[in-house]
């Protein structure tokens, strides 16, 4: 898959600012499927020249006696899309839609290292986006439409090797009582309002879906207690929406426990388990799955909305927010 705009730049012939008309002509003549071509002089910044725009140019009533033996400068696009060979296709999408509609059809001219590299029609530019989408979209969690195991993983293995890191599994603890008292409806529902309260909070960070009811953000930094902090309260302050009165009364919801008992149920809550590499390297991603693991049976064995990270477990230390 594509992601770099400068991956589905296509060759585009260049002329001098001071190329007759005529010359372009004849290019466009000989070639019928060149859209454009480009305008360069020296090391100066690209211009462009779209065939539609040259013809309607000289496609008026003495536009073709008037520039034929005239320099193309007079009719060259002197403020077209410039951008860089790494950009990324979609941010380079957003930024071709946002043009007047007099620019919007025009071509995007791609440079790499200062000069000229090629160009990009908006028709390849459209089909190469919804390309990106449409592969996104099997890695994408069909609840909540966050990044899948697949992307979570790749993301992982990234972490890894970053100099400052923390990665933070998130889930939400008794759900299956929950599901099972209020309906796969209302569970759905608890699972993306909780995703969309994430979002909030991790609007700077990598935000995935494990599955189910699981979580996980991963930070390229250590500064994460606020942040944990911010979601336990707003989660705890979020599921009241969730539930009757008499169950929030109570406090708690009949159902089946692990024992297979049935027995009052603690409401659902929030866990996060933290695992970072500021006390301790770590050479591969089992190892963070080894120790979130650790981590969150800490957690689960604690009431209420919870988070432990590595260098607090130890220390019996954590931050705990309850109903």
Not at 157 to 173: A, N, W
Not at 299 to 323: F, I, N, R, W
Request: charged share 25%.
């Amino acid at each position: 898959m594509y992601t770099k705009i400068g991956e589905i730049a296509e060759s585009i012939p260049s002329v001098t600012p001071d190329t007759k008309c005529g010359f372009v002509n004849g290019l466009f003549k000989q070639n019928p499927k060149l859209e454009g071509v480009a305008v360069v002089e020296g090391n100066g910044h690209p211009q462009l020249l779209m065939r539609s725009r040259f013809y309607q140019k000289i496609g008026t009533q003495y536009g073709y006696n008037l520039y034929m033996g005239r320099p193309v400068r007079l009719v060259v696009n002197n403020q077209p899309l410039v951008v860089d060979y790494e950009d990324p296709i979609t941010e380079v999408s957003i930024q071709a839609m946002n043009r007047s509609d007099e620019d919007l059809y025009e071509g995007v001219i791609v440079t790499k290292d200062g000069s000229l590299y090629g160009a990009v029609s908006i028709r390849s530019l459209l089909l190469a986006v919804a390309d990106i989408r449409a592969e996104m979209a099997i890695f994408m969690n069909p609840l909540t439409g966050l990044p899948g195991n697949r992307i979570i993983e790749d993301r992982l293995h990234q972490s890894v090797q970053q100099e400052f890191f923390s990665v933070l599994y998130i889930d939400l603890d008794h759900f299956k009582t929950y599901n099972d008292s209020y309906g796969f409806k209302m569970g759905d529902e608890l699972i993306q309002a909780t995703a969309n309260l994430l979002r909030r909070y991790f609007t700077d960070d990598f935000l995935g879906h494990i599955g189910g009811d699981d979580f996980i953000a991963i930070l390229s930094h250590h500064d994460f207690e606020p942040i944990c902090q911010q979601v336990l309260v707003e989660f705890e302050k979020q599921k009241l929406e969730f539930y009757n009165e008499e169950d929030w009364r109570n406090q708690y919801v009949m159902g089946e426990s692990r024992d297979g008992v049935y027995a009052a149920i603690p409401l659902t809550s929030l866990s996060i388990a933290v695992v970072t590499n500021r006390v301790r390297a770590y050479k591969h991603v089992d190892e963070i799955v080894e120790e979130a693991t650790r981590i969150k049976k800490i957690c689960k064995s604690t009431p209420g909305s919870v988070s432990y990270a590595d260098h607090e477990v130890s220390q019996d230390a954590g931050m705990q927010v309850q109903s």
